[in-house]
Nanobody, 114 residues
Framework: VQLQASGGGLVQPGGSLRLSCTAS????????MAWYRQAPGKQRELVTR???????THIDSVKGRFTISRDNARNTVHLRMNSLRPEDTASYYC?????????WGQGTLVTVSS
């Protein structure tokens, strides 16, 4: 199983970014996919999760600003981030669990700063 994440970068407050994570080695259509983030000096936290039937967002401050979506034809999950704030600065990781094992993408850094 491999997860390849991309799309991070430097953005000004109020700006937008879209992260992408392409998976291989799993049945993507039925896999639960998630995005976590880890800010400097803080623990990694679950941002949002998508299964084949529902999506959930786990951080109140990103509700209405961040959207997870799936492209099953391309085995890719996206995280669209709008109205970015400095406190959204973090490394963002995609995640899945398969056959009892946890798999992480390599992390993509998002920096929100003027």
């Amino acid at each position: 199983v491999q997860l390849q994440a991309s799309g991070g970068g430097l953005v000004q407050p109020g700006g937008s970014l879209r992260l992408s994570c392409t998976a291989s080695g799993i049945n993507f259509r039925i896999a639960a996919m998630a995005w976590y983030r880890q800010a400097p000096g803080k623990q990694r936290e679950l941002v949002t999760r998508s299964t084949s039937s529902e999506t959930t967002t786990h951080i109140d401050s990103v509700k209405g600003r961040f959207t997870i979506s799936r492209d099953n034809a391309r085995n890719t999950v996206h995280l669209r981030m709008n109205s970015l704030r400095p406190e959204d600065t973090a490394s963002y990781y995609c995640y899945t669990r398969c056959r009892g094992n946890d798999y992480w993408g390599q992390g993509t850094l998002v920096t929100v700063s003027s």
